[in-house]
Structure formats: structure tokens, C-alpha cells
């Protein structure tokens, strides 16, 4: 959709139409400020990603008043996870206090297409596709973009009140407008299993073990979604010994119904990689921009948090910016941006704790097997926990109180099952392990007076 405005005239531009880009355009555009929107690839992409919405992405969604999104996608709706654990499982569901909160499982492309369907059909919002090649700066400030049309060769100009990048995981701008500390802690394989039937059906599965971790959810009526986590800085090689891997590793880990669907999704061999990146957010404050999504922060998508944390910063975001009456106003816009930086993180900080400290915890034999018989409890352990996870809740110190407690539980039970001369050290080591996960996911985050109280805590349980 092509508008008859000039670029001088643009309010605001956004660099990437994937989740976060492009629902922010969507969200921006009902102020009626004049948008541009560049993306380098306009098709449905086929990603293993973005494809679990929580309960709270969801309300994020309908906030703003977009959950139409969800339509004619063949989307699954999800009401809690099953945790499978060797030979046991529990099944937690989600909060049900208004009605019955419940996220979606989903094809990610099918679900961007059905966004970006809709900013094209939007009279005040420009859509390019094309290759932002350059940010340009003029005295420290951001004044716009360089980028090349798809197929072109020449570079164009761009120039707006506000650039927003929301390039994605692989930002090549992320260095320009933060200082970012990312890492890479493994890779997931992604693979799809047909008609088959998993031991709770509009759930996500949870299978762990002495194995790594996998994540099984529904993301169409006839198919669900495998996850399977490689740790390491290299990707699986994807040769023809993967699959007698696979087979050998994971075929007696997934629940028995499902097991000759994995084996012929394993034969078929149709595998994607993708990395597990942690990057908190370290924004520098830079006049005319903004850094948003993944290019700003990412967390370990096991627990499927990433659009439930994206959509908390589009909705944020745009409340900021719609106080902003006349864009050309830097100082307004200035003081908009930086509110967005300062408070962001209440949105978002559990999410990126829960999903990073649930990734230490499995791979930890005692921690995991704590963390099972902890939510096994049910009542307040597994639907509190739960709140966390689908982000309905955002309480921090709630998290690190379960998250603690989950430890000494776990202790508790060693030394009520063996003799307490083998046990002592092996519990004195199992929470030191939780405060050693928890600990440097706090001081990621946002500092704020709370942090520091709740590390002393620590100090003294240590």
C-alpha cells in the first residue's frame, strides 16, 4: 500500500515486518501518524519459531484489539502443559479465573501473514520490500535508513522522525543502539509429527529426562510441533547419521501414542535448526531510534516466551509514543523513548528469568527432578508456577521464592530418602546450583531496588 505522502512527512519508520515490526505498525497506525514499514521478504517464511502464544501474549494481543490475527489459521488453542518425567507426568493447567485463559499453537508464518495483511490494507502505512542497508546519523541522532529494493541495485533514502529496528534475532544494527552481550547456549531441532495423539491434547509437552530437553505443542489440527535442544555453539550436522541419533537418543523419551509419528518425522528428515540465544536488553539511548524484539532481547524459547515479551513491548511502546501529539517534537520524543527503556522490563523480566532459569534447571539431574515433584504438588506450587510461565503474572519475588523453594523441596526429599552422611553435601549443592542459575538472570535484568534485597536474601541462604 503505497500513500501519497513524502518522506519528510514520515512519523515513524520501522526496520523488519516480522512479529514485533510489523504489530507495532498495526498498533501505531490506529494514531493515525503517518508509517513506513521496510522488509526485506514480504512471503510467508517457514521458521521454527514464534509458534506457542501464552495466555498472556494473548491478552496482550486482544488489548490492542488484534486477536482476529488468530483466524483462519488452523490455530490450536492451548490450555496448560503436560511435564513428562521419565516414566511419570503431571499435567498443570493454565490459571482459569476469568473464563479460561489459553494460549495458541500455530504455524508462525501463517500468523505474520495474517498482520502484515492487515497493515498493508492500512491507508497511513507505506510497506517496502527491500534491504535496509545503513542507519543514517546526523549530529548523534538517527535520522533514517539507506536500503535497496528487492532486486535493485542502487540505494535509496529514507528520512523520519523516528527509525524503529526490529530486525530480529540476527540484527545487523543491534551494535549501533545497544551494547549487547549475547549468547548463543544451543540449538533447537525442529521437526513436525502428523496425525498422531499425545497424552493431553491442546497442551504443550514438556520431556525430560536424562536427555536433553524436547518441547512437543500443536501448531494445526493435524500436527504438532517437536522441539529438541542441542547444547553447544555449533548446530547439529544435519547428515545421514542424525536420524539413527534421533531414534536412538529421543524415539523411548516421547510418549508411547506419539512414538510412530516421530519415527516417520524422523525418517522424512524435513529438519530445521535454530538458535538459543540469551541477550538481555542493554539499549543505548540514541536520539530519532529505537531497538525492538529479538534484535533488542532474547531469552531460551523453551518455555515460549518470546511473543508474550514481544507483544508486552509493542503495547508499552505504543502507549508511549501515542502521548507524543507532534513527532517532530524531539524532546517529547525523546522523553517517550526513554520512559519505554526505564519501564519495559516490568513487562518482560519474569518471562526472561523463568525461561533461561527453567533451561539451567533441566539440564541439572537433581534440580530437575526437584522441579518436578515440586509443581507435582499441585495447589499453589504448580498453578502459581504456571501464572509465571503462560505470563500472567509478572511478580518477580514470586518467582524467586518458588524458584528457591523448588531447591530446598528438592533437598527435603534427599534427606528423607537416604542416609543423611551420603546427602548433606549433595543438598548444600543443590541450592547453591539454584542461587547460581538465579542469581546472574537477576542482575541481567533491570536494576532495581527489589533486585538487591532479594540477592542479600540469597546470600543468606547460600
Do not use: C, W
Given at each position: 500500500m503505497v500513500n501519497n505522502r513524502t518522506n519528510k512527512d514520515i512519523d515513524v519508520l520501522i526496520v523488519g515486518a516480522g512479529i514485533a515490526g510489523a504489530s507495532l505498525a498495526a498498533n501505531l497506525a490506529k494514531t493515525g501518524k503517518n508509517i513506513v514499514v521496510v522488509e526485506r521478504d514480504l512471503s510467508e517464511r517457514d521458521v521454527i519459531i514464534g509458534e506457542l502464544l501464552q495466555p498472556g501474549g494473548v491478552q496482550k494481543l486482544e488489548e490492542m484489539g488484534f486477536s482476529s490475527f488468530i483466524n483462519d489459521i488452523d490455530a490450536q488453542p492451548v490450555y496448560g502443559y503436560d511435564i513428562i518425567y521419565e516414566e511419570r507426568d503431571y499435567v498443570i493447567p493454565y490459571p482459569n479465573k476469568n473464563g479460561e485463559p489459553c494460549g495458541y499453537g500455530f504455524r508462525n508464518g501463517a500468523f505474520l501473514q495474517n498482520i502484515r495483511k492487515h497493515i498493508l490494507a492500512q491507508p497511513n502505512i507505506r510497506?517496502?520490500?527491500?534491504?535496509?542497508?545503513?542507519?543514517?546519523?546526523?549530529?548523534?541522532?538517527?535520522?533514517?535508513?539507506?536500503?535497496?529494493?528487492?532486486?535493485?541495485?542502487?540505494?535509496?533514502?529514507?528520512?523520519?522522525?523516528?527509525?524503529?529496528?526490529?530486525?530480529?534475532?540476527?540484527?545487523?544494527?543491534r551494535e549501533k543502539l545497544s551494547k549487547p552481550v549475547k549468547q548463543v547456549n544451543g540449538f533447537f531441532l525442529g521437526l513436525l509429527m502428523k496425525d498422531c495423539e499425545m497424552p493431553f491434547a491442546n497442551h504443550g509437552h514438556l520431556v525430560m529426562g536424562d536427555h536433553p530437553p524436547m518441547v512437543i505443542y500443536p501448531v494445526t489440527s493435524t500436527s504438532w510441533r517437536v522441539l529438541i535442544d542441542f547444547k553447544g555453539e555449533k548446530p547439529p550436522r544435519l547428515g545421514k547419521d542424525i536420524r539413527q541419533s534421533l531414534l536412538e537418543k529421543f524415539e523411548n523419551a516421547i510418549p508411547q501414542s506419539a512414538r510412530p509419528a516421530f519415527v516417520a518425522a524422523v525418517e522424512k528428515g524435513k529438519f530445521k535448526t535454530f538458535p538459543n540465544h540469551r541477550l538481555p536488553a542493554s539499549p543505548v539511548n540514541k536520539?530519532?531510534?529505537?531497538?525492538?524484539?529479538d534484535a533488542l532481547n532474547m531469552r531460551h524459547?523453551?518455555?515460549?516466551?518470546?511473543?508474550?515479551?514481544?507483544?508486552?513491548?509493542v503495547l508499552r511502546l505504543s502507549n508511549n509514543l501515542e502521548k507524543v501529539k507532534d513527532f517532530s517534537n524531539k524532546r517529547q520524543l525523546t522523553k517517550a523513548i526513554k520512559n519505554f527503556y526505564e519501564k519495559r522490563h516490568l513487562g518482560t523480566q519474569t518471562t526472561n528469568i523463568l525461561a533461561d532459569g527453567l533451561y539451567g534447571?533441566?539440564?541439572?539431574?537433581?534440580?530437575?527432578?526437584?522441579?518436578?515433584?515440586?509443581v507435582s504438588r499441585g495447589d499453589k506450587y504448580a498453578e502459581e508456577t504456571c501464572s509465571i510461565l503462560a505470563g500472567l503474572n509478572k511478580d518477580k519475588k514470586l518467582l524467586l521464592n518458588h524458584?528457591?523453594?523448588?531447591?530446598?523441596?528438592?533437598?527435603?526429599?534427599?534427606?528423607?530418602?537416604?542416609?543423611?552422611?551420603?546427602?548433606?553435601?549433595?543438598?548444600?549443592?543443590?541450592?547453591?546450583?539454584?542461587?547460581?542459575?538465579?542469581?546472574?538472570?537477576?542482575?541481567?535484568?533491570?536494576?532495581?531496588?527489589?533486585?538487591?534485597?532479594?540477592?542479600?536474601?540469597?546470600?543468606?541462604?547460600v
Open positions: 510497506v517496502i520490500e527491500g534491504t535496509v542497508t545503513e542507519l543514517i546519523e546526523a549530529n548523534e541522532a538517527i535520522t533514517g535508513v539507506r536500503y535497496k529494493l528487492k532486486g535493485a541495485t542502487d540505494e535509496e533514502s529514507l528520512y523520519a522522525h523516528l527509525t524503529i529496528v526490529t530486525d530480529g534475532p540476527l540484527s545487523i544494527f536520539a530519532g531510534a529505537v531497538l525492538l524484539g524459547p523453551l518455555t515460549g516466551g518470546g511473543m508474550t515479551a514481544a507483544f508486552n513491548d534447571v533441566v539440564y541439572n539431574a537433581d534440580l530437575r527432578n526437584a522441579f518436578f515433584e515440586y524458584f528457591i523453594g523448588m531447591a530446598r523441596y528438592g533437598t527435603q526429599l534427599k534427606i528423607s530418602s537416604e542416609k543423611k552422611s551420603v546427602v548433606v553435601t549433595e543438598s548444600i549443592t543443590m541450592v547453591k546450583d539454584a542461587v547460581g542459575i538465579i542469581t546472574p538472570l537477576l542482575l541481567s535484568e533491570k536494576p532495581d531496588p527489589g533486585n538487591k534485597l532479594m540477592l542479600e536474601a540469597l546470600n543468606r541462604i
